[in-house]
C-alpha cells in the first residue's frame, strides 16, 4: 500500500479493534454507544476499562477430567494437593489437543491459566517416558519453554518449582522432572561452590518450596550452561 492516507487510516481502524477488543460484548457496548457522538472511544483520554469474556469452568471436576483424559497419577494427586477444583473448558480443550498430538495455539486474557493449558500435557508426556523408560538420560530436555522477558521467565519458573515439588515428592531420585532457567544471571563455568552460591541466591529469591540451607530438600532443579551436553 503506497498511499501513506489510507495506510494511516487502516492502522487506526486496526488500533481501534484491538483497543475495544472484538470479543467483549460490554466493550462493543461502549463502543455503539460512542457512535455518531462527538467524541471516539480511541480519542478519549485515560483511565480506560476494557471489560473481557470470564471464561466457562467446566461441569466436572478436577479429579474425573484428570482420570477421564489418563493423565498421570502423580500429575492428578499434585495438583489436587496444590489446590485444584476445577479447570476452565478451553484448558480442558487444550489439554486434550495437545495430548491428541495436534499443533495448538492457546490464547486467553492475562491470569487465566494458559501456562496450567499446555503444562500439565507437556509435564504427563515426561512422566509417561519416564516410567516406559523411554529416554535418553536423566538430564536430557523434554521442552524448551521461550519467554519474551527475563522477568516473565523468572515468574514462570517459580511456579514450576511449586508444581514440580509436589510430583517429584512421589518419585524416586532417578525419575524426578528437572527444570533449568538460563538468562543473563546464569552463571558460566562456575565451580561447586559458585555453583551452590548461585542456587541458594536463587532459592531464597522465589522461596522454593523445601528451601533450606543446605539445598538438601529441594529437588528437580538443574540449571543451563552454554558448555553443558
Not at 39 to 53: E, F, K, N
Not at 123 to 140: A, Q, V
Not at 215 to 221: E, F, H, N
Request: proline share 4%; aromatic share 10%.
Amino acid at each position: 500500500m503506497n498511499d501513506p492516507v489510507a495506510r494511516a487510516e487502516q492502522m487506526q481502524e486496526a488500533y481501534h479493534d484491538y483497543f475495544i477488543g472484538r470479543g467483549g460484548r460490554a466493550a462493543r457496548s461502549v463502543a455503539n454507544r460512542l457512535v455518531g457522538g462527538k467524541d471516539d472511544l480511541t480519542g478519549m483520554r485515560g483511565p480506560y476499562l476494557q471489560a473481557l469474556d470470564i471464561p466457562n469452568w467446566s461441569d466436572q471436576s478436577w479429579e474425573s477430567f484428570a482420570r477421564s483424559a489418563q493423565l498421570e497419577p502423580h500429575i492428578r494427586r499434585a495438583f489436587t494437593k496444590i489446590g485444584f477444583e476445577r479447570l476452565y473448558d478451553f484448558q480442558e480443550r487444550s489439554i486434550k489437543s495437545i495430548l491428541d498430538g495436534d499443533d495448538t495455539v492457546i490464547t486467553a486474557a492475562t491470569g487465566r491459566g494458559k501456562t496450567e493449558a499446555w503444562l500439565i500435557p507437556i509435564l504427563n508426556r515426561i512422566l509417561e517416558d519416564k516410567r516406559c523408560g523411554d529416554t535418553e538420560d536423566e538430564t536430557s530436555v523434554k521442552a524448551t519453554l521461550i519467554y519474551p522477558t527475563k522477568a516473565l521467565a523468572q515468574d514462570q519458573l517459580k511456579r514450576l518449582l511449586q508444581y514440580l515439588y509436589r510430583i517429584n515428592k512421589q518419585l524416586k531420585s532417578d525419575q524426578q522432572i528437572t527444570v533449568g532457567i538460563y538468562d543473563g544471571d546464569t552463571p558460566r563455568n562456575v565451580g561447586e561452590s559458585g555453583s551452590e552460591g548461585y542456587l541458594n541466591a536463587t532459592f531464597r529469591h522465589f522461596e522454593c518450596p523445601g528451601y533450606n540451607d543446605e539445598l538438601r530438600k529441594v529437588s528437580g532443579l538443574w540449571w543451563w550452561r552454554p558448555d553443558s551436553k
